[in-house]
């Protein structure tokens, strides 16, 4: 019997942006087209709950899933999963493989979806030796280990993913000594009336908070001990330095205490340093494909329909096959698992308007806009903005019931629809 032909829908990458793409198609794509999830790896993993994992044992066990089409599609489907397996070039109408599938490394596609998200230091996302399940969750349990083993702990940068983390290992660990260098005159980016703007993003990192919001979690650290040292940046070496001092690795470290300096001449002792800067969107594909196509700060750029926008008639992206969501791109608003979602769902909406030959449907990340800090599992400061209503701030109670508590773990779980429950 012959095996049954399908138009390729192709999506690279199956992390939040992706995989919430595959699970808004499932229902509405019609029977002649597959969904083809790719992905490098050979599990999901849930970055919300990555800093949680990285202190608390046992976490590395929930944030794992294999990625599988068993996990992921229901059985019988004409959907798969290629993982682990590399796109390494984009083509106009195909993308070619690091391995074969179905007896070829070029695979053809009627569209392709780019939702490559951002690399970020370790242990918020794996490094890309980390392949197997398992060599993540043992750097996981590693990262554990040490800091358990820390005494004087400091933290480069003091975004959401800082602040977290000093959150985390505060609730664990009473005792140490945590100091957090940030180069703002307060926690996250307070920005001068904390809206969002819908303009393109210079960078991934923070996105500009409420000053009450900042404010909260100035007080909220100081209160549980946590050394702030605002307005300034650590040194980070680039030559060989003397006996003692910080030589610019990351983690524990194997020199012992080690004098840490800042730019204004601060010195501050550590045996641990946590680094939170420096996330930078994977868009080395569409770079290689059409350099063009890649703003300054990295980020992909799409239209209003979350097209790649290629910048000639010979760009290997021309003739509108490619789209772009999630952390990759330059698409308005700001960079997190909700706003992924709702890009998963207009290219979901869009695909199936072109398999129609119906219009497609411009993408808004709307005036809605919330974020939600814990600093472990009690305590948190949040805001939100509603049309209309201004910017509401958020306490240590709706914090914990919102996030803080769960880390939105069952949701995460909740996405992987296939017959192999996880």
Not at 67 to 90: D, G, M, R, W, Y
Request: one cysteine or more; aromatic letters at 8%.
């Amino acid at each position: 019997m012959a095996r049954e032909t399908y138009e390729n829908i192709v999506i690279i990458g199956a992390s939040v942006a992706g995989h919430a793409l595959a699970n808004e198609l499932i229902p509405i794509i019609p029977r002649t087209h597959r969904i083809l999830l790719i992905d490098a790896l050979d599990y999901s993993f849930y970055p919300i709950a990555a800093l949680r994992a990285s202190v608390v044992p046992g976490w590395e066990d929930k944030i794992v899933v294999p990625l599988k089409t068993s996990t992921v599609f229901t059985e019988f489907s004409q959907h798969q999963v290629i993982a682990p397996n590399k796109v390494v070039e984009l083509r106009k109408n195909s993308i070619i493989l690091e391995k074969p599938f179905e007896g070829s490394t070029e695979l053809p596609f009627f569209k392709a979806v780019v939702a490559t998200g951002s690399t970020q230091p370790s242990p918020m996302r794996p490094s890309a030796d980390w392949t197997g399940i398992n060599d993540y969750k043992k750097a996981l349990i590693n990262s554990q280990e040490e800091t358990k083993k820390a005494k004087k702990i400091v933290i480069v940068g003091g975004g959401t993913v800082g602040v977290e983390w000093a959150g985390e290992v505060r609730a664990a660990y009473p005792d140490k000594e945590i100091t957090i260098v940030h180069n703002r005159s307060s926690l996250l980016a307070p920005d001068s009336n904390g809206k969002s703007t819908n303009t393109t993003p210079e960078s991934w990192s923070s996105p500009p908070t409420a000053p009450k919001l900042s404010k909260s979690l100035v007080s909220l650290a100081e209160q549980n001990k946590v050394k702030l040292i605002l307005n300034d940046k650590v040194i980070i070496p680039k030559h060989q330095v003397s006996q003692g001092e910080w030589d610019g690795s990351f983690g524990r470290q194997k020199r012992g205490l080690v004098r840490v300096k800042t730019e204004k001449g601060k010195t501050i002792e550590a045996d641990y340093v946590f680094l939170s800067i420096g996330n930078k969107p994977n868009s080395t594909l569409v770079r290689k494909a059409d350099s063009n196509a890649v703003e300054g700060s990295g980020l992909i750029r799409v239209d209003d329909n979350l097209k790649v926008a290629a910048t000639s008639d010979s760009s290997p992206l021309s003739g509108n096959n490619y789209y772009a969501i999630g952390d990759c791109t330059a698409a308005p608003g700001f960079k997190t698992a909700y706003l992924g979602g709702v890009q998963g769902k207009v290219v979901a909406t869009n695909l199936v308007n072109e398999i129609k030959g119906k219009a497609l449907t411009k993408y808004s990340p709307g005036t809605f806009t919330g974020l939600v800090v814990p600093f472990g599992p009690e305590l948190g400061a949040g805001s939100i903005t509603l049309p209309y209503l201004g910017t509401w701030a958020v306490g240590n109670g709706m914090v914990k019931s919102l996030k803080g508590k769960g880390l939105f773990i069952d949701m995460f779980l909740k996405s992987f629809k296939g017959s192999e429950k996880v």
